[in-house]
């Protein structure tokens, strides 16, 4: 493992985001320009957005979601910032997660001193069925595709193999999807941020309005087994353990260190990152684990000179509740096997030993996969300073990492960040 | 080229080769004589020693089920075979006795009762079609045994 190391220090200075949820009268060019003013907003000091020199938008597929490409440019110019140079970045799930790496590099690189890093994606214009469609465009459609597999079906055969090997059960997964729409409740941006133990009593009071025989559930895990509440989307994910389809985007202000407190007294910088990839899931020696996370994980620890260990939150890609409790193993939080247990032990809980998306997550706060990346940041931004409002966690909050997947982890992009004052 | 000459000389280490000798009813994958190591699906260039001289392999199709899941949310392609909520399907990665894996529908296991399906249950390799007229192709599958 090479200890590389930035030319000089970047720090984010600003960080903001759309509400995440499905918007029907919104393109992601409006979502972009609700996430560019809250990004301004977060700013402390004097910004004026005519110095940002370069911009780098994480998108999946715009092409396939709104018959859109080449949106890079469209993003720089409705907020404002033509001609500066714009790129879109595209490594599936992980897209803004990457561009907010290549953000970092360039202002590393000495070229350029503020860069704008977003995310957009604006998922919900297609049915569902060709939602699911699109999305497996991110796998490899010549050798994955035609298996019959979709995403869920992925994680599902990552889930099958990790059950296998430590005697997980499906119930444990369960454990992640109550924390993450525990904490999702608490972030005014979460698509679905209501509780599970509340979603269901909302069940049982709309079919008393309507006079429909009022459902028995017991209690929320009860629910959460009841087939008609919970269906089977890929055994063993039911739709609980799925992320949903959302519309979004984020806005993030990228600064070299030297100038950070020109922005803001409480910059947040950036002292790791890590990125690799990795073959096809079939191709892997385990399948129960995601090797670039491992990989990505351990440059940004090295480059930040920190250990797994030192992190006090974490922005972990839970595009499915497998993914949360297999990443936390990845990133080292917890042994390989050990991950459910934790879950299952509150240790991830936003009062626990290792938080672990407080935001919601993927699972609560929506996941518009361009965005997704880029998001985590957001919530990393707000512990760190102590903004997260009623979902912050307890105590200094001296580090802090988020850890964005594209796909099944052909993609796999890892930051650390620190607060120094 | 001709026709004819096209199954004598050497193919391309493609998907559309491989797809060929699906439709020959035949698994094949790609051989590096240095490292002694299969690829399937075939490579074109040797991961470890980078040697673009690889050979064509035949392998026997033998294999046991490495992870899997049953997929209730069809993509288009499976629903167009009739697949669905009322009709769910295995999907799984195979481990090959010839030490490759590969990704493919299972047949022949309950996908209804997917906690009975076992990870290790010994496969083997079948040529599937799906489609109708020109549309119609050949997949790889495998069978519980
Ligand atoms: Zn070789």
Same mark, same amino acid.
């Given at each position: 493992m090479s200890k590389k190391k930035l030319n000089r220090g970047v720090a984010v200075v600003g960080a903001g985001m759309s509400k995440f949820g499905a918007f029907s009268d919104k393109s992601s060019r409006d979502l972009f320009v609700e996430a560019f003013q809250s990004m301004r907003k977060s700013v402390d000091k004097e910004f004026n957005p005519a110095d940002i020199e370069t911009i780098y938008i994480g998108n999946f597929s715009s092409d396939l979601?709104?018959?859109?490409?080449?949106?890079a440019p469209i993003m720089a110019d409705v907020a404002g910032l033509a001609p500066r140079p714009a790129v879109r970045i595209e490594d599936a799930c992980a897209s803004s997660g990457v561009a907010l790496r290549q953000g970092i590099l360039a202002i590393a690189s000495g070229l350029y001193d503020i860069a704008l890093v977003g995310g957009i994606e604006k998922m919900t214009n297609l049915p569902t069925a060709e939602v699911t469609d699109t999305l497996a465009a991110a796998a490899d459609t010549l050798f994955e595709v035609p298996a019959g597999f979709t995403f869920p079906g992925f994680y599902a055969a990552i889930a099958s193999a990790y059950m296998h090997k430590? *005697?997980?059960? /499906?119930?444990?997964?369960?454990n992640v999807a109550i924390k993450n729409h525990e904490n999702g409740a608490l972030n005014p941006n979460a698509q679905f941020g209501v509780t599970i133990p509340d979603w269901m009593q909302g069940r049982i009071a709309s079919a008393k309005k309507k006079g429909k025989p009022v459902p028995t559930w017991s209690d929320h895990w009860d629910y959460l087994h009841d087939a008609r509440a919970n269906p089977m989307i890929a055994w063993p994910l039911r739709l609980f353990d799925c992320s949903p389809i959302t519309d979004g985007a984020v806005a993030l202000l990228l600064v070299s260190e030297e100038i950070a407190n020109q922005f803001t007294d409480h910059p947040i910088h950036i002292i790791g990152s890590g990125q690799a990839s990795d073959v096809a899931l079939h191709d892997r020696d385990d399948l129960t684990s995601i090797a670039a996370a491992r990989l990505a994980s351990q440059e940004a620890y090295a480059m930040a000179g920190v250990t797994a260990d030192d992190i006090r939150v974490a922005e972990v890609h839970d595009c499915f509740t497998i993914a949360e409790i297999v990443a936390t193993e990845d990133l080292g939080?917890?042994? /390989? *096997?050990?991950g459910y247990k934790a879950a299952e032990d509150q240790v991830t809980a936003r009062d626990g030993a290792k938080p672990i998306n407080t935001s919601g997550g993927l699972k609560s706060k929506g996941h518009p996969v361009g965005a997704s990346g880029a998001g985590q940041a957001v919530e990393i931004f707000k512990q760190m300073r102590g903004l997260a409002d009623e979902r912050q966690v307890a105590g200094d909050i001296p580090l802090g990492l988020s850890h964005n997947v594209g796909g099944t982890g052909g993609t796999c992009v890892v930051h650390v960040y620190e607060r120094r004052n | 080229m001709t026709a004819t000459k096209s199954t004598t000389t050497k193919r391309a280490f493609t998907a559309a080769s491989f797809d060929q000798y699906l439709n020959e009813k035949k698994l094949m994958g790609s051989h590096c004589a240095n490292c002694d190591a299969n690829f399937l699906p075939p490579r074109a260039i040797c991961p470890d020693c980078y040697d673009d001289q690889l050979e064509w392999v035949e392998l026997d199709g033998k294999a046991k089920l490495a992870a899997f899941t049953s997929i209730y949310i069809a993509p288009t392609a499976m629903i167009n075979e009739g697949y669905g909520r009322d009709k769910p399907y295995v999907a799984g990665v195979v481990e090959l006795d010839d030490g490759v894996k590969i990704s493919a529908q299972i047949l022949g296991l309950d996908a209804a009762n997917p906690e009975e399906i076992k990870i290790g249950t010994p496969l083997q390799a079948e040529f599937i079609e799906r489609g109708e007229g020109d549309e119609k192709r050949t997949f790889l599958a495998f069978r519980a045994k």
């Open positions: 979601f709104e018959a859109q490409s080449h949106t430590y *005697g997980m059960q /499906p119930e444990h997964l369960m939080f917890f042994a /390989p *096997g050990d | -």
